[in-house]
C-alpha cells in the first residue's frame, strides 16, 4: 500500500498532465477520435520498441571515491573465489582488482599500476585500449615464456558504469596447445618409427634380388633380421590400436567386476618365458580379501602385463620383481605395485614417461622390442577406471610403478583389513 502510494505520489505531476491532456482531446476530438489517436501511438510504440535498438548507455551509479566503493567486501569475496585468472581496471587502464590465480600470471603487487607496467603484451594492450575507448569487447592471443611457457586467450569487456571499469579474463590455452603439439609430434613419431624398419625391409629386399640372390648365408641372415624388422612394425600397430581404442572409450566407464589379484597372477604367469630367459624372479604378496572393483578386464590385464613386461624389460638380468597387492587403510582404495631392481629412471624423465613414444633410452627400447607407447596405454587404462599411476625411482635402485583403483562404494562398508599378506614366488 506505502509503495502505491509512494509511486503515485512520485508521479503526481505526470498524472495530472496526462488527465488534463486526455480531457482536452475528448473535448475537441470526440470519443472516436480518441480512441483512434490512442491506438495510432500504440502501434507507433509497438514499431519503435521492435525495430528501433536501445541505444547504448552508460548506467550512472553514484559511486564514492576510491576503489573501494566500486567494488562491495562481496564482489570482491565473489571475483576473488572465480577459479579463471580476473583483473578489473579503472578508466585510466590501472589495476583496480586482480583475484589469486590473476596474480598467479601478473606477479603480486600490481594494484594501482598502469597495465602497460603490468602485462607487456602489445596484443593484450591494444584489446585493453580498443575496449576502453569503444565499449566493445576484445579477444587477443599471447604466450608468457618464463618460468614455463604458457600460453593465454584475453578477453576484455567493459562494465557500463560511471566512472567506467574493464574486466580482463584470461583463459588458459596451455593444455591445449600442448596436446595440439603432442599429437603432431605423435603422428611425425609413430611415422618415423614405421619408416625406419619399413626402410631395412625394402633394402633387404632389393639386396636380395641382387648380389645376395645366390648366397645363401647371407639370405639366412638377412630373412632373419626382415623378421625382427617386421615383428617390430606389427607391435608398433598393435599397440597403436590398443591405444585408439582405449582412447575412444575413455570416457565410458567400466563396468565388469573384477579380481585384480587374478588377473595379475595370469599376466605374470604369460611373460614367465621372458622371465625364464633373463633369470627374473618375480614374488607376488597379496593382501587376502581384497575386494574386485570395477574394471573391464582385457584392459586391466594389458594394464599389468605392460607393467611386468616393463620390469623385466629395464630390470637386472638375475634380478627380482616383486608384486604387491594392498587395500589402502581407509578401505576406498586397491593398489598393484610393480617393483624392480633394475637401472632405474633419472628423475627428469618421470613425468614424460607416460607421453606416446617417449622412452628414456631408444636404443635400449628398441632393442627389448619396446614400442614407447605402454606407459601411454597404461595411463588410459587407469584413467578410464578413475585411478592413478604413481611412479617412485632412482637411477640405480630399481623403479616401482603403482596402480590405484577405487573400491566400489558397497565394498567400502566393510574397511577392516584383513591381516597377513602372503608372498608368493613364481
Ligand atoms: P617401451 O615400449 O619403450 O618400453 P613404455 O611406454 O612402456 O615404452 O615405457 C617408456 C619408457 O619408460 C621406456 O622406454 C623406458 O625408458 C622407461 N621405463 C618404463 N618402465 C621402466 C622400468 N621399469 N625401469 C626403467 N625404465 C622404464
Redesign the pocket.
Known sequence: MTGLLDFLRQRLWTIAFGAGLAGALLLVLGPEGVWALLLLILAAAVIFRLFVPAPRQLQSVPVPAGDEGILSPLVRRVLGQMPVPLMLLDGASRVLFVNAPMRGVVGPAVEKKPISAVLRNPEVLNAIAQTASDGEPAIAQFTLPVPIERHYEAYSARVSIIPPVTVLLLHDLTAIRRSEQMRADFVANASHELRTPLAAVSGFIDTLRGHAKDDEVARDQFLEIMGTQTARMSRLIEDLLSLTRIELNEHVPPHGRVLLENVVREAAAALEPLTRADRITIAITARSGLPAIIGDRDELAQLFQ?LIH??I??GREGGHVWITLDRSADGEHVSVAVK?D????PAIAVPR?TERV????VKR?REKG???????IVKHIVSRHGGRLAIDSKPGEG?T?TVILPVPTEENSQKSLAPAPVTEVL
Open positions: 605392460n616393463n620390469a624389460k629395464y624392480d633394475g637401472e632405474g629412471i614417461l617417449y622412452r628414456v633410452d627400447s619396446g614400442t614407447g607407447l605402454g606407459l601411454a623403479s610403478f
